[in-house]
């Protein structure tokens, strides 16, 4: 934009105060532009004393009445002011004799806070407040009073001289409007520049409520902006791998029709879909970046081996990783079952595997005896060396972000170029989402179960009637099945989480004395954790009493039981995964959700999802409604980029649009198209270049 000085171009701001404000991702003047307000005061009009609203925060003038200490367990600076139309009392813990001594009677002051009901009356604790000289009018201020994000050691009027500053600049050199003017108009969008000045010093009259929500004009021209931005900049990425080689897997057809031939079920129509979608994309000489979505169980395995199987044909090494060993190991069996008959034995790579293994696979992809290798993230770290490797398969990829697509693209390049790129989710996201998060990659969706499935029949049940929930469990592990009870997610605490699950570990233990039970959890070694599972999934334990670090994709077809407590504290989506670990065999499975009263409006609304769906999109866009603004799905879950301004909950509905206008602005103005990455994103924080 006009301002790419350092902060330190600005008045007052030396190297210690451009490094505090630098916490707050602040590096260059524009950048103060972009750090909107969180909220908004009002000091535009004094408000009369007899009208004053308790609770509600307002600028009041008045006339010193008195001043005196009081003792009321500490010791109280009380200040009576009166302004004609009632009489307000200010309440000043620290104070200093000086302040004291300025209130004298007569004296004419002004002051901002949040009025109370005290013991005298309406109350204001710790006012802001400032003398005014004789004849002097209280000001007020010409815009509401911005709020903004705080960081230690930068005070409000630091950020709003900054902002002053920031803004003048701007008003003198507008940054140039990059949008077409027939989507301005159509969307009924503001200039950026008016944009910008109108968030940071709204107008007295301005729409609070909007702009509190987020959704003022404004707020949204930022947004969409921004969203623009993002989504350029992972579209710009797509087009370089468009631009880049990769071996044309072109060959091989009768390999894949007897592998599919051998198959102990017939695909689904969904599967066969895609599977033709990724086998058109493998024959093309540029490396393919396509997405499954599949719903838990919907079978994308099969088809990511059916990719490896042709790439195998073709002559070239392919390999799939799995965000934790259990998942791996998991694949590691069924990729040796589909693969041994064929003659082709996979190698297997993983963090703690001892150093004779490691060394004796690391030999064999390095010298291509391995056509196949299973693993963790291990694949691509220091030291392993492909063989003309030609397909990468990632499973589980919402815990990745773009950042690590890009480097495991990078790891592979070899001299037949890129290596061809599948990656697998059972987050399914709704459509407007998977727009901003997978803009790099081509998706495909398998949006069919395979025959026979019986949806998990799930019911949410108060806490209180925990025993009867109790004797369900007691009964499905008599009768030989197998159940899961998962402990609430206390956020950011694993102290907490393990807490709860051992508590509740403790009381079913107690509970069902003839019952075989275990316990995972996410402080224990990973290695503990892999064996509790495996434990679990061989039968030896009947019961598992797990923190929901219990694996996504994890399959223990004999576990048809599962018990949620505190249902309520977790998202829909989250729930749906958990209950995904169910309802994998030929047995009718159970999710029971556990829930404390009262429930809320939107809690109740919310297990009502889970109750009436069982499918993942479903869930997803119901999920995507219902959550507040600001309760962001967190980027750890989706790979979804960090954003500034926008919010993809209040915003989804954007990305169509954005969408549209980003295939618009590339044919028409490439050049406003790179402007636009870069004033958003920069030159560090973007993808790909155009
Ligand atoms: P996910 O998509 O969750 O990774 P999996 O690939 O683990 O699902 O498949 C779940 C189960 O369904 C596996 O046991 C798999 O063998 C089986 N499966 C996959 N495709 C079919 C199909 N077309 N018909 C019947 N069973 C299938
Ligand atoms: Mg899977």
Redesign the pocket.
């Known amino acids: 934009m006009q301002s790419e000085s350092p902060l330190t171009a600005l008045k007052g701001v030396g190297p210690a105060l451009a490094k505090k404000l630098g916490k707050l991702n602040l590096f260059r003047v524009d950048d103060l532009l972009f750090l909107l307000p969180l909220r908004y005061e009002d000091r535009t009009q004094l408000v009369r004393i007899g009208e004053l609203k308790p609770g509600v925060r307002s600028l009041v003038g008045g006339e010193v009445l008195l001043a005196e200490t009081a003792y009321r367990g500490r010791r109280n600076l009380l200040v009576r002011i009166d302004d004609g139309s009632g009489q307000l009392t200010l309440r000043f813990f620290h104070f200093s004799r000086q302040q004291q001594a300025q209130f004298r009677p007569g004296v004419h002051i002004t002051c901002f806070g949040e009025a109370r009901r005290g013991s005298s009356g309406l109350e204001m604790i710790h006012p802001e407040y400032r003398l005014l000289r004789e004849e002097q009018n209280a000001a007020t201020s010409d815009s509401l009073t911005p709020i903004y994000p705080a960081t230690e050691g930068v005070q409000q009027g630091r950020l709003r001289s900054l902002t002053d500053q920031a803004l003048q600049q701007m008003r003198d050199t507008p940054p140039p409007e990059l949008l077409p003017a027939t989507i301005m108009q159509k969307l009924g969008m503001p200039s950026l520049a008016d944009a910008i000045d109108y968030l940071h010093r709204p107008p007295p009259d301005a729409d609070i409520e909007r702009l509190l929500a987020g959704t003022h004009p404004c707020q949204r021209r930022l947004a969409f902006e921004e969203l623009l931005a993002q989504y350029l900049s992972l579209r710009n990425l797509r087009l370089l791998a468009a631009s880049e080689d990769a071996l044309a897997l072109s060959g091989g057809n009768e390999d894949v029709s007897a592998f599919v031939a051998e198959l102990p ?4 129509g969904a ?1 066969q879909r895609v599977v033709g979608e990724i086998l058109a994309d493998l024959a093309q000489p540029h490396p393919m970046m396509r997405l499954i979505q ?1 719903d ?7 088809v990511a081996a059916i990719a490896c199987i042709k790439a195998i044909a073709c002559g070239v090494q392919a390999a799939i990783m799995a965000p934790t060993e259990i998942l791996a190991e998991q694949h590691w069996r069924s990729f040796s079952d589909w693969f041994r008959p064929l003659g082709i034995e996979p190698a297997w790579l993983s963090g703690s595997q001892r150093a004779a293994a490691r060394r004796e696979s690391l030999a064999s992809i390095a010298d291509g005896r391995a056509q196949l290798v299973v693993g963790t993230h291990a694949l691509f770290q220091e030291g392993v060396e492909f063989h003309r490797l030609g397909l990468v398969v990632i499973d589980e990829q919402h815990r990745f972000g773009v950042h690590q697509r890009m480097a495991l693209r990078d790891k592979g390049v070899s001299a037949d170029g890129h290596p061809h790129q599948l990656v697998m989710t ?1 987050t399914p996201i709704p459509r407007t989402l998977a727009m901003a998060a997978y803009a790099d990659l081509d998706t495909s969706v398998i949006d069919e179960l ?2 026979g499935r019986q949806p998990v029949s799930t019911v949410a049940i108060p806490e209180i009637r925990r025993g009867e929930v109790i004797e369900r469990v007691r009964a499905a592990c008599a009768s030989g099945q197998q159940a899961y009870w998962v402990c609430p997610l206390i956020e950011e605490s694993e102290l907490l989480d393990y807490q709860a699950a051992e508590a509740s570990y403790t009381m079913l233990t107690e509970a069902l004395p003839e019952a075989r039970i275990g316990l995972v959890h996410g402080r224990m070694r990973a290695s503990e954790k892999e064996q509790g599972m495996r434990a679990f999934k061989e039968g030896l334990i009947q019961l598992l009493v797990a923190t929901t670090v219990i694996e996504v ?1 994890v ?1 223990v077809p004999n576990a048809s039981l599962m018990i949620v407590e505190n249902a309520e504290r977790m998202g829909l989506s989250q729930l749906h995964q958990l209950r995904g670990r169910v309802g ?1 065999g030929a047995a009718q499975s159970h999710c029971v959700l556990l829930y404390k009263t009262p429930l809320g409006r939107i809690a109740k609304e919310r297990l009502a999802v889970l109750r009436d769906s069982n499918d993942g999109f479903v869930v997803a866009q119901r999920d995507l409604e219902l959550r507040g603004p600001g309760e962001l799905l967190g980027t750890r879950q989706t790979g979804l980029p960090e954003y500034r301004i926008a919010d993809l909950v209040r915003d989804a509905e954007l990305m169509p649009q954005v969408q549209i206008t980003a295939e618009e602005l590339r044919r028409s103005s490439a050049h406003n198209a790179a402007a636009i990455v870069r004033r958003w994103l920069g030159d560090a924080g973007h993808y790909g270049k155009v």
């Open positions: 079920f017939t695909l689904t599967q599949g838990v169980g919907s079978g994308k395995t099969v059972a395979p025959p994709g399959d994998r």
